[in-house]
T-cell receptor, first 114, second 112 residues
């Protein structure tokens, strides 16, 4: 099983460039979310989705867009990259938003904005 | 809004017991999670509490008091491999849907 797959694993961007971090899961999970983790910090929720066509903002949504056109995919778009967006990004999925211990994380995407 | 507090760093000796505390404030509490995270890796699930009391799982136990907004993770018989960050996370339902909100994490260093 692939689980939660994030691409790319590493990316360097110039300030002002746009890019999309891809996240795909093959477990037919309804709930998917994106987090960022800065050095020495916990995870902060950017956006989440409770099903295809439904997304909502988390704690730090500014500068990011998401869409959920299929159950499997939940891409995160950086509209105009800024150095403050240098971080590690984690995608996560679970069967529903109420699931207890079955939350699956991707391996992370390391993004540097110069 | 939500607020989750846990100590930044802790040290302990191999074979000992350590307790990592977490306090939280949220208007829509719907469960508390503990995760372990090694450097450069994704978090891995350790425990889940939604009702008051102690949940035991091998060397790891987690306690929850909803009235006090308090949880702790207890690690027994510490091993060197337990050196990691431990993240407290609250599932919050204010706003309609559940969201998992993390604290900043506690870096635990286990020494011989």
């Amino acid at each position: 099983n692939a689980g939660v797959t994030q691409t790319p694993k590493f990316q360097v961007l110039k300030t002002g460039q746009s890019m999309t971090l891809q996240c795909a899961q093959d477990m037919n999970h309804e709930y998917m979310s994106w987090y960022r983790q800065d050095p020495g910090m916990g995870l902060r929720l950017i956006h989440y989705s409770v099903g295809a066509g439904i997304t909502d903002q988390g704690e730090v949504p500014n500068g990011y867009n998401v869409s959920r056109s299929t159950t499997e995919d939940f891409p995160l778009r950086l509209l105009s990259a800024a150095p403050s967006q240098t971080s590690v990004y984690f995608c996560a999925s679970s069967p529903t938003d109420s699931t207890g211990n079955t939350i699956y994380f991707g391996e992370g995407s390391w993004l540097t904005v110069v | 809004g939500q607020n989750i507090d846990q100590p930044t760093e802790m040290t302990a000796t191999e074979g000992a017991i350590v307790q990592i505390n977490c306090t939280y404030q949220t208007s829509g509490f719907n469960g508390l999670f503990w995760y372990q995270q090694h450097a450069g890796e994704a978090p891995t699930f350790l425990s889940y509490n939604v009702l008051d009391g102690l949940e035991e799982k091998g060397r790891f136990s987690s306690f929850l008091s909803r009235s006090k907004g308090y949880s702790y993770l207890l690690l027994k018989e510490l091993q060197m491999k337990d050196s990691a960050s431990y993240l407290c996370a609250v599932r919050d339902r204010s706003g309609g849907y559940n969201k998992l909100i993390f604290g900043a994490g506690t870096r635990l260093a286990v020494h011989p």
